[in-house]
């Protein structure tokens, strides 16, 4: 399955560029795959070319989803366990 992320390419430019499928990077980590999302008050300034960030990037962290893979050391969650996902990360 290919995997999309939006990106920030400069003020009033976004673009669906295909990356690579996440992996797990550590027991602990968890993939969530978003079934909602959010804008967060940061990206109207980012999209206005007024962000603190230099692109190109990444954009969006707000959403909440379904996990799909787990690190073996996570606890409390399943595969398949609907979740919010922190933002502040
Ligand atoms: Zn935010």
Same mark, same amino acid.
């Given at each position: 399955?290919?995997? *999309?992320?939006?990106? @920030?390419?400069?003020?009033?430019? &976004?673009?669906?560029? =295909?990356?690579? *499928?996440?992996?797990?990077? /550590? !027991? /602990?980590?968890?993939?969530?795959?978003?079934? +909602?999302? +959010?804008?967060? =008050?940061? =990206?109207?300034?980012? %999209? !206005? /070319?007024?962000?603190? @960030? +230099?692109?190109?990037? *990444?954009?969006?962290?707000?959403? #909440? /989803?379904?996990?799909?893979? &787990?690190?073996?050391?996570?606890?409390?969650?399943?595969?398949? =366990?609907? %979740?919010? %996902? #922190?933002? *502040?990360?």
């Amino acid at each position: 399955m290919n995997m *999309q992320a939006l990106y @920030f390419n400069g003020a009033r430019c &976004l673009e669906w560029r =295909d990356v690579a *499928q996440p992996r797990l990077e /550590g !027991a /602990g980590e968890a993939i969530v795959r978003p079934l +909602a999302v +959010a804008t967060c =008050d940061l =990206d109207v300034a980012i %999209v !206005a /070319g007024k962000g603190p @960030f +230099a692109p190109p990037f *990444q954009i969006g962290h707000e959403f #909440a /989803g379904e996990i799909v893979e &787990l690190g073996d050391d996570v606890d409390g969650f399943r595969i398949g =366990d609907r %979740v919010a %996902v #922190a933002f *502040q990360p």
